[in-house]
């Protein structure tokens, strides 16, 4: 596992622990980022147009989706336990508000089961580390968006070195410590948010990677309190 790739059986072990996770997903994650999880949450959405399709890519459990009020919504998982729970989550509330169902769609970043130019805007939260080959899924993530499209994720912050230390016991310490909680500690599924942290780039290395791709105007933003990081990129104007 590296900055670029994981390979194929530290993948599908993430991907079990990734679905052990979904029970206290939201809980965990409000713990371990001293609830300011919404707030980041909140900016990704102000960052996607209100009209248009948009895609989400690594849906998880809907915890996105649920509140995100544009015109047309297409969430994106390999794992489908995930789209099940996300979709008994997000269906009822986009109903609730008048708007669109949404299509729920099986699949990896890597290999985007969409035609070309077909999305106004693509996110990704909480997903791209978790991404087996970041440069590929980035490459498919330019060919699905539109002419002058939108791409937007987060992730938790490794701006250097010593801040991706302080990170990695944040993880090991207070988050581990309470998932532990709810697993023993030999099942505990959250040790792999400090694995996959571990071994993840920094700022730079990705907002490079967005460009490498072919993305423009690219910029990464860390937001407060120093937890994560927002990217942004645009697919280039059409001529
Ligand atoms: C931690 S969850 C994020 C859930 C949600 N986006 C949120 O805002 O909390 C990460 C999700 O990314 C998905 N994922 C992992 N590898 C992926 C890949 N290669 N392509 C697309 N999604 C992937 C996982 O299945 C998992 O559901």
Redesign the pocket.
């Known amino acids: 596992m590296d900055a670029e790739r994981i390979g194929e059986s530290d993948w599908n072990e993430l ?1 079990q622990n ?1 679905e052990a996770t979904i029970p206290v997903y939201d809980k965990v994650n409000r713990f371990a980022t001293l609830g300011q999880v919404s707030r980041w ?1 909140r900016m990704v959405r102000e960052r996607l147009p209100s009209s248009g399709r948009v895609l ?5 459990p809907g ?2 989706a649920e509140d995100f009020e544009g015109e047309e919504l297409v969430c ?4 489908p336990e ?1 789209l099940r729970v996300a979709e008994g989550r997000v269906g009822p509330k986009r109903e609730s508000r008048g708007e669109s169902a949404v299509e729920f769609v099986e699949g ?3 290999e985007l089961p969409f035609e070309d130019s077909s999305f106004d805007a693509v996110c990704s ?3 791209f580390r ?3 080959d970041k440069r590929a ?1 980035l490459a498919e993530t330019l060919r699905v968006l539109k002419p002058g499209g939108v791409f937007v994720m987060v992730e938790p912050a490794k701006v250097n070195r010593l801040h991706g230390v302080m990170g990695w016991l944040w993880m090991r310490l207070w988050v581990s410590s309470y998932a532990r909680l709810f697993y023993n500690s030999e099942s505990n599924p959250w040790k792999w948010l400090t694995k996959t942290y571990a071994s993840f780039g920094t700022t730079k290395d990705y907002v490079r990677m967005l460009e490498d791709t072919g993305f423009e105007q690219v910029s990464a933003k860390l937001v407060f309190p120093g937890m994560a990081t927002i990217w942004q990129g645009r697919s280039p104007e059409a001529e």
């Open positions: 991907q990734l949450r989400e890519i690594g849906c998880g915890s996105f994106l998982d390999p794992i995930m990896t970043a890597e939260l909480f997903s978790d991404w087996f899924g």
